[in-house]
């Protein structure tokens, strides 16, 4: 697993001070993105919240997450949230050190006052005594919130003086970037009263000693309220590792109600998925989004390959993000118009813009918004192994097209065929025989469908038999 070290350097540690009327709430930032490029440490909004108690509680159940590892668990470093300035709205997400669960906290306009929220994205430190001051905020404590460094420590302190480094490994990033591909293709599913909230989730499972998973769930709406089913019948929502939620509960005696949302289920027999479950609270929103499985992480989900496969999507995406300057909602429309292409090709952009960490997606408002994550998420193409492995069959000229059929010859001399129905690829190896393309498509097929769009594989005379088909099932290479 390939791997760096992250480095965040903040001018000085968060806190939270007494000060004459209240207190004083100041979140300081590493560097970052602005409109006016990169900023050491951007300052993003100076004003109070409307709920401190409320605010403080998100805060805190987003740096859960960051802290967290809800698969084999174990202490190590995690990396600090992310805070985005969306003109209108501040932005605070992170992702668990096991890869499986995403949190964001929108604070909207109704829960700032007294200040304007800038635009651009970069680390927040939340550090142990903040967090141990953050718990202890009262419900009628004013509150001022400063994101970003005085206007004074800007010019009197020379350098960094907090610097974290963490590791920061190719999949955590792949699975950020997966993560709002699959929350894309989310609808609403259920919404909860506040007391319905409250007694379903106080039901679920807080997970074993040993980090073991309760598995996944199914749920189904009833009445005001959700009941298990032990199918997954049409309407369903699956609960993957349902202890994951544990970060609700931070939240959960503010919440106003609770939305669920998650993929259409069709049949009994449909595989567990991913699911987003939002806790709405006065002025700001909580949301937690869970992989499929506990014991595996969003990146090996394979929802962007597609997009990233195909050189069209890469040049789309550089023309759209020179159109985005941190909308809090992407405008598909308004983007078609000013870019000229067609509203597919500008969905297609943002997905592949999600890779690079450079746009999330908000399940509430069913849209995309801009972000620029902190990282050299560049990275996540680079080091996908089934798109780097799919590059390099097409490069070795492996794929062969007769029809609606794609004939890949591995490394190894295996034979792999690879059918198109509607859309749909398939293909003879063990990876698509145990997933079946619930995980994105096989290297193989990904080959043929680069093959396809961009016209650069050979033409085959002879046809193949079914028989042939079935005859080359290999070991289940990807």
């Known amino acids: 697993m390939t791997r760096s070290l992250q480095a965040v350097a903040y001018r000085r540690p968060s806190a939270l001070e007494s000060a004459v009327g209240g207190q004083r709430l100041g979140l300081e930032t590493s560097r970052g993105a602005t409109p006016s490029g990169a900023v050491d440490h951007p300052r993003f909004f100076t004003g109070f919240l409307t709920s401190p108690q409320v605010a403080s509680a998100g805060l805190l159940a987003v740096a859960d997450v960051a802290a967290a590892r809800y698969y084999q668990r174990q202490l190590l470093a995690s990396l600090d949230p992310v805070v985005t300035g969306n003109g209108d709205r501040l932005r605070f997400e992170s992702f668990s050190g096991c890869g499986g669960v995403y949190a964001r906290l929108d604070v909207l306009t109704a829960g700032l006052d007294g200040g304007e929220v800038g635009h651009g994205t970069t680390n927040v430190d939340v550090n142990n005594p903040l967090r141990e001051a953050l718990s202890r905020i009262g419900a009628d ?73 309760a598995g996944a769930q199914w749920v189904v709406p009833a009445g005001r309220g959700l009941r298990p089913t032990t199918r997954p019948v049409p309407g369903a929502v699956c609960l993957p590792g349902p202890e994951r939620l544990i970060a609700l509960q931070r939240v959960l005696r503010h919440a106003t109600s609770l939305r669920v949302y998650g993929p ?13 479950w939002e806790i709405v609270l006065p002025g700001m929103r909580l949301t937690l989004t869970l992989s499929p499985d506990a014991s595996r992480g969003f990146s090996g989900e394979g929802g ?87 590059r390099a069959l097409v490069a070795a000229v492996a794929v062969t097209l007769t029809g609606a059929v794609g004939t890949v010859t591995a490394e190894d001399g295996h034979v792999h065929r690879v059918r198109e129905e509607a859309g749909v690829l398939s293909c003879t190896c063990l990876w698509w025989a145990k997933y079946r393309g619930g995980r994105g498509p096989c290297r193989h097929a990904l080959a043929v469908r680069m093959v396809r769009r961009d016209g650069v594989g050979r033409a085959s005379a002879e046809p193949t038999s079914v028989a042939q088909d079935m005859a080359v099932v290999d070991g289940g290479v990807r």
């Open 304 to 390: 962007v390959l597609d997009a990233l496969a195909t050189g069209e999507a890469a040049a789309d995406a550089e023309l759209i993000a020179v159109l985005l300057a941190w909308e809090p909602r992407v405008d598909v429309t308004d983007l078609a118009a000013a870019s000229g292409l067609t509203a597919e090709r500008v969905r297609t952009a943002l997905v592949h813009l999600g890779t690079s960490g450079r746009v999330g997606y908000d399940t509430a408002e069913a849209a995309y918004f801009h972000r620029e994550l902190p990282y050299d998420a560049e990275r996540v193409e680079r080091h996908n192994p089934r798109l780097r492995s799919a």
């Open 141 to 213: 404590d004013p509150l001022h919130l400063r994101v970003g460094p005085e206007e004074m420590a800007v010019t009197t302190l020379d350098g960094p003086v907090v610097e974290k480094k963490v590791p920061l490994p190719d999949r955590w990033l792949r699975g950020f970037a997966e993560a709002q591909v699959i929350a894309a293709g989310f609808d609403l599913r259920a919404e909860l009263s506040a007391a319905e909230a409250v007694r379903f989730l106080r039901t679920l499972p807080r997970g074993g000693a040993r980090g073991a998973s």
């Open 264 to 276: 259409p289920v069709a049949a009994a027999t449909a595989a567990p998925s991913a699911s987003a």
